[in-house]
């Protein structure tokens, strides 16, 4: 939906900050004007105060009725601008503006003492005006002057200031949200190219990749980590497929043997000696077969975290001698000078036994399978600040440096033929990297052609 999108969603919340920032605008400004015209009429009141008080003290000598009558004449002059009422010590009105008629300027009365000017406001012949009070004493006389104004112009000014504001403030805000929306329309652009891109990848282009804006900013760096994970899910997509295509490849082979035995017993009736050979047969590829189902099961296992290994107290040397009785008996079919060199003490560490003594079968298992008779290993178990080292090495025939960092590849063999007399189909070192990674471990595989290989793991021991 349109009135969803982050565009709107943007021009909207534009619109409602700046309705309030121009709320507050215009409620400031009218406040300020206010303000200022209300000292303006203040200083003018004062001012007024000021220049009775010195017209009392000119013309107070010449008795209280002269006074009163100059009072008269400047008044219609504009003295006191014109609203001017004068009252004596005792609150006695002396003289009041014709203009005020009989609206006495009676609201504001000084406290006694008090010299201050007070102001405040009233109705004078139905028209506001604002009033200014102050007692004042002139050659021992007190006396209260009271001036007022009219504050009908500065309603009308307070009045067409706020038909501006209001006039004003719609306008300006549709403007500054239409700006706003095609401001966030522009800036949004770039997003709508990535999504009709990243809409146009899909399993068979993942090699596409999305555009990167020109500008180093936040969707650059967006595009540039999408492109990322571009990559690692090509890289896995690729790999995923290339295991598939493995393990197709090494369950057809085993299949085929198994059913080609299976159709040849049963063409014709066969001598028991044949009919043994055929079963021999199918029993050694089925066997094949289901350790390869087996460590295919474990590498997935493995790869969506299911049935995580449960980690615990194990006797890390126990696990060696174990797998060191099983592997020197291989050893011994093919001539191999095979040599254990494991401590006889306990060492504890957090691991599964089970996995461990896997993992040391499948080092030795790949030694003697590429170490040729009358050749030479040695398993070594050590203790080495506080951790645990384990060393497999063997003068068999090596890996070259080009093909060291695929020893870890699913089906990856170093003949690079796809031979099964050996037994193997490519999956043990997969096996114990992820038995050596489970178990929060090191491992690493050096090697020459010719000058055989040296298998080394570290594991962190209890504390």
């Given at each position: 939906?349109?009135?969803?999108?982050?565009?709107?969603?943007?021009?909207?919340?534009?619109?409602?900050?700046?309705?309030?920032?121009?709320?507050?605008?215009?409620?400031?400004?009218?406040?300020?004007?206010?303000?200022?015209?209300?000292?303006?009429?203040?200083?003018?009141?004062?001012?007024?105060?000021?220049?009775?008080?010195?017209?009392?003290?000119?013309?107070?000598?010449?008795?209280?009725?002269?006074?009163?009558e100059e009072l008269r004449e400047h008044s219609q002059l504009g003295l006191g601008g014109g609203l001017l009422q004068l009252s004596d010590g005792g609150g006695?009105?002396?003289?009041?503006?014709?203009?005020?008629?009989?609206?006495?300027?009676?609201?504001?009365?000084?406290?006694?003492?008090?010299?201050?000017?007070?102001?405040?406001?009233?109705?004078?012949?139905?028209?506001?005006?604002?009033?200014?009070?102050?007692?004042?004493?002139?050659?021992?006389?007190?006396?209260?002057?009271?001036?007022?104004?009219?504050?009908?112009?500065?309603?009308?000014?307070?009045?067409?200031?706020?038909?501006?504001?209001?006039?004003?403030?719609?306008?300006?805000?549709?403007?500054?949200?239409?700006?706003?929306?095609?401001?966030?329309?522009?800036?949004?652009?770039?997003?709508?190219?990535?999504?009709?891109?990243?809409?146009?990848?899909?399993?068979?282009?993942?090699?596409?990749?999305?555009?990167?804006?020109?500008?180093?900013?936040?969707?650059?760096?967006?595009?540039?980590?999408?492109?990322?994970?571009?990559?690692?899910?090509?890289?896995?997509?690729?790999?995923?497929?290339?295991?598939?295509?493995?393990?197709?490849?090494?369950?057809?082979?085993?299949?085929?043997?198994?059913?080609?035995?299976?159709?040849?017993?049963?063409?014709?009736?066969?001598?028991?000696?044949?009919?043994?050979?055929?079963?021999?047969?199918?029993?050694?590829?089925?066997?094949?077969?289901?350790?390869?189902?087996?460590?295919?099961?474990?590498?997935?296992?493995?790869?969506?975290?299911?049935?995580?290994?449960?980690?615990?107290?194990?006797?890390?040397?126990?696990?060696?001698?174990?797998?060191?009785?099983?592997?020197?008996?291989?050893?011994?079919?093919?001539?191999?000078?095979?040599?254990?060199?494991?401590?006889?003490?306990?060492?504890?560490?957090?691991?599964?036994?089970?996995?461990?003594?896997?993992?040391?079968?499948?080092?030795?298992?790949?030694?003697?399978?590429?170490?040729?008779?009358?050749?030479?290993?040695?398993?070594?178990?050590?203790?080495?600040?506080?951790?645990?080292?384990?060393?497999?090495?063997?003068?068999?025939?090596?890996?070259?440096?080009?093909?060291?960092?695929?020893?870890?590849?699913?089906?990856?063999?170093?003949?690079?033929?796809?031979?099964?007399?050996?037994?193997?189909?490519?999956?043990?070192?997969?096996?114990?990297?992820?038995?050596?990674?489970?178990?929060?471990?090191?491992?690493?595989?050096?090697?020459?052609?010719?000058?055989?290989?040296?298998?080394?793991?570290?594991?962190?021991?209890?504390?």
């Amino acid at each position: 939906m349109r009135f969803r999108s982050i565009r709107f969603r943007l021009a909207a919340w534009y619109f409602v900050s700046l309705a309030l920032i121009l709320a507050l605008f215009a409620l400031g400004a009218w406040i300020a004007m206010r303000a200022s015209a209300r000292q303006a009429v203040d200083h003018g009141l004062q001012q007024r105060i000021h220049d009775v008080r010195g017209f009392i003290a000119q013309e107070l000598g010449q008795g209280e009725a002269e006074l009163l009558e100059e009072l008269r004449e400047h008044s219609q002059l504009g003295l006191g601008g014109g609203l001017l009422q004068l009252s004596d010590g005792g609150g006695k009105v002396l003289f009041r503006s014709g203009r005020l008629k009989n609206a006495p300027l009676d609201l504001v009365s000084p406290r006694p003492g008090d010299l201050n000017v007070r102001f405040g406001a009233r109705l004078v012949g139905g028209q506001r005006v604002r009033v200014a009070a102050q007692t004042v004493e002139v050659n021992g006389h007190r006396f209260l002057i009271q001036v007022a104004e009219p504050m009908e112009e500065f309603d009308d000014s307070l009045a067409r200031f706020e038909l501006i504001l209001l006039g004003l403030a719609p306008v300006l805000l549709l403007l500054a949200s239409a700006g706003g929306f095609w401001m966030s329309t522009r800036a949004l652009s770039p997003v709508d190219r990535i999504t009709n891109h990243a809409r146009a990848i899909h399993a068979e282009n993942l090699s596409a990749r999305l555009p990167v804006p020109v500008e180093q900013d936040e969707l650059s760096r967006l595009t540039q980590t999408l492109n990322e994970m571009l990559d690692r899910i090509e890289a896995e997509m690729k790999r995923i497929v290339r295991f598939t295509a493995d393990a197709s490849h090494e369950l057809r082979a085993p299949l085929t043997l198994i059913q080609t035995a299976a159709e040849f017993s049963l063409r014709r009736e066969r001598p028991r000696e044949e009919l043994l050979d055929a079963m021999r047969k199918i029993v050694r590829e089925t066997a094949r077969t289901s350790r390869l189902v087996d460590d295919l099961l474990l590498l997935a296992r493995a790869d969506s975290h299911v049935n995580a290994p449960v980690l615990g107290p194990a006797d890390v040397l126990s696990t060696g001698r174990q797998a060191t009785e099983l592997a020197s008996t291989l050893a011994q079919a093919k001539n191999i000078d095979f040599s254990a060199d494991i401590p006889p003490d306990t060492l504890l560490m957090n691991g599964d036994e089970d996995l461990l003594e896997q993992l040391w079968l499948i080092l030795l298992d790949n030694a003697v399978k590429y170490t040729p008779e009358g050749g030479s290993i040695r398993f070594a178990m050590r203790s080495v600040n506080s951790r645990m080292e384990v060393r497999v090495s063997d003068s068999g025939v090596g890996i070259s440096s080009e093909d060291l960092p695929h020893v870890y590849d699913r089906f990856w063999r170093a003949d690079k033929v796809r031979s099964r007399s050996g037994g193997g189909v490519g999956l043990g070192l997969s096996i114990a990297r992820w038995i050596v990674d489970s178990h929060r471990g090191h491992i690493e595989v050096h090697s020459e052609p010719g000058r055989g290989s040296e298998v080394t793991v570290l594991f962190p021991l209890a504390q």
